[in-house]
């Protein structure tokens, strides 16, 4: 059984029937926009209050056009649904109607089932598409994947980019696909059993093609400043609505079954309520047929917006990507201790400790590499769910100079150790594209600028490794990859072939055996372990042991040593064996020791379970 989502925006273009569009734009600082149809016809918009024109027009789905400016001006729609080529040019309407939806049946999975992977819809396959990624949802299913998450879609000019400098909020980038190809995508995601999360970015604009400032200026405020600029003025009701509407707009006439909300660290609001507070509250208020995940990266470590009810239920978001937890793998893996490692480099062991029981391993405490700054709240009342840890991502492979995996700078027994403890630990975790067979090709920062802001983002990027010794002398630098050429771009296309050497089919085994374990012997215990329970011990200089209480059951114990020495003094290793890298130490650990870089899991069970 078919059936058709829409979600109906309060702007933009929507087809009312019989023949016509409604057309509306927020244009405060205007008097007389037009609505201008690509194939002919002129329509002045009349004022509809609050800052908003509107017009209604003989038009369909595919009309093809854009507003006119008091100065003549043409630009897109904001809200445009989809473009006929690149962000510059002519919006389309679209009647999300027409497309007949065959996943009827899908209700979304628990958050606690989560096993996220992220990828880059340019550079995850060679075409580079919807319809690419498509055909290779099988091979995550095989792996153990239950939600893939797509970093930014939104329309952003040129042909490549990371996403991150969306400027048409509403319309899928042309270079990937259609919307319904798009809806394909997410339609065979859930026949498929997977979930399908989007990134937003809500803290910015892009710094070509955003046409906002021409006739909403008030879209933004100089009152505080951003990495980006001039920030989002969260205390326009209309900019609320613009991103509200957003959220939900992906959520029901996609179907997405969660979103990820981009460096909400840098979004400053300080309206009564925070424009977080409010977006969530309308998401679970409207989304109520099935589970809809809300998920934060937020660098300031604000536990509060993860809080809980009564019964356990997330009241606005359900987790936070947990750099914290990264830098710390990273930290034991590579050894690396410049930048933002420097916090993690002392008591390093006992970071991961805190990291794998409470949450957050900055709760509060001063950060050397901010100057001393305080970072985090509390988080150790929080359930293991709400934090999603990772070895990789986007942003901790493409934001190094050369675009390094772990697989080029880690010995490959610490990153088998690290993935044995972030895949069978409570937190969710998360992959990066082509990490589940240790692919070492880099992924880089790559854009599609032209002329002077090319050469402005090129530089900029160089001069941001100044602060590194290998890159002290500026001939040195012009060695990091332009983030415009054709090459960066392609060179970081998995190349899947690989996938399939011997070597790479090793690295696929062990994830997929890791995966498996996660699937049959610890999501079916993690609603039950409760906050604040697990139990951390240190051993040796580098050893650890960490137990989760089951209330009633059982208890969930890993003894891991991430260093590259051999470590003494775990004591016996209890229970039943789920993992052990080195086969043996269950048995043998507490007369021998641990072996470089092992890890065993156990569960000690009660009779009768």
């Known amino acids: 059984m078919s059936a058709s989502y829409a979600h109906t925006l309060p702007f933009g273009a929507e087809v009312v029937g019989d023949g016509a569009v409604r057309f509306r734009l927020w244009a405060p600082a205007q008097t007389a926009p ?80 989560a096993v996220l992977y992220e990828l880059h819809v340019g550079t995850f396959t060679q075409e580079g598409t919807f319809d690419a990624v498509r055909r290779k949802l099988d091979h995550l299913v095989r792996l153990g994947i239950t939600a893939v998450e797509l970093m930014p879609v939104a329309d952003f000019p040129g042909r490549r980019g990371w996403g991150y400098d969306g400027v048409l909020h509403f319309a899928p980038d042309r270079a990937y696909g259609t919307p319904d190809t798009l809806k394909t995508l997410v339609e065979e995601a859930h026949a498929r059993g997977l979930m399908i999360f989007l990134d937003v970015v809500y803290n910015h604009f892009g710094p070509d093609g955003n046409y906002l400032h021409l006739y909403a200026p008030q879209f933004f405020t100089d009152r505080h400043v951003t990495p980006w600029g001039a920030a989002i003025d969260f205390s326009q009701r209309a900019v609320r609505d613009f991103y509200i509407h957003n959220a939900l707009y992906w959520l029901q006439e996609y179907r997405f079954d969660g979103l990820r909300f981009d460096a909400v660290h840098a979004i400053v609001d300080e309206s009564p309520v925070h424009i977080l507070t409010e977006l969530a509250e309308a ?16 660098d300031s470590n604000e536990s509060r917006f993860l809080s809980r009810d009564d019964v356990g239920r997330p009241r606005h978001y359900d987790a936070q990507w947990n750099d914290d937890a990264h830098h710390v793998f990273h930290v034991l893996a590579t050894g690396e201790a410049g930048g933002y490692y420097q916090d993690y480099v002392a008591n390093a062991r006992d970071r991961l400790a805190r990291v794998l029981t409470e949450g957050f391993a900055y709760q509060g405490e001063a950060s050397d590499y901010r100057a001393g700054e305080l970072r985090g709240e509390p988080s150790g009342h929080l359930p293991p769910s709400s934090f999603v840890n990772f070895t990789q991502n986007h942003d901790q492979v493409g934001n190094r100079a050369f675009g390094d995996r772990l697989a080029r700078i880690a010995p490959a027994e610490a990153v088998r150790a690290t993935a044995a403890v972030l895949l069978l630990a409570p937190p969710v975790p998360m992959l990066f594209m082509g990490e589940e067979w240790g692919s070492a090709q880099p992924f880089l920062y790559f854009c599609d600028f032209h002329d002077d802001l090319a050469a402005a983002v090129r530089d900029g990027r160089r001069r941001e490794f100044a602060q590194f010794p290998e890159f002290a002398d500026p001939q040195s630098r012009t060695a990091i990859p332009d983030p415009n050429a054709d090459a960066t771009f392609a060179a970081s296309r998995l190349d899947w072939p ?13 994830y997929a055996r890791l995966l498996k374990i996660r699937r049959e012997f610890i999501v079916p215990r993690l609603s039950r372990i409760k906050p604040g329970t697990a139990v951390p011990q240190a051993w040796d200089a580098h050893g650890l042991t960490v137990r989760w209480p089951v209330p009633e059951k059982a208890q969930l114990v890993l003894v891991a040593n991430l260093s590259a020495a051999p470590q003494h003094g775990c004591g016996e290793i209890p229970g039943r064996l789920l993992y052990e890298s080195h086969p043996g130490l269950l048995g043998e650990a507490a007369q021998h020791g641990m072996p470089p870089w092992s890890v065993v899991w156990s569960i000690i069970e009660r009779s009768g379970w």
Not at 52 to 72: K, T
Not at 283 to 298: F, M, Q, S
Not at 498 to 510: D, I, K, P, R, V
Request: aromatic fraction near 10%; hydrophobic fraction near 40%.
């Open 498 to 510: 690989t996938a399939s050497m011997a070597e790479q089919q090793a690295w696929l085994a062990l």
């Open 34 to 113: 037009v609505v201008v149809l690509e194939d002919g016809g002129e329509f002045p918009m009349a004022a509809a209050g609050d800052g908003y024109f509107e017009a209604a027009v003989p038009a369909a789905h595919g009309s093809a056009y854009r507003y006119r400016l008091d100065n003549g001006f043409l630009v897109p729609d904001p809200a445009s649904r989809a473009q006929g080529d690149d962000a510059h040019g002519p919006s389309l309407v679209v009647d999300p109607r027409r497309h007949a939806w065959q996943d009827g049946g899908w209700r979304g999975r628990p958050w606690e089932e």
């Open 283 to 298: 998401v679970r208020a409207t989304v109520r047929d099935r589970y809809v995940h809300l998920v934060l990266e937020n």
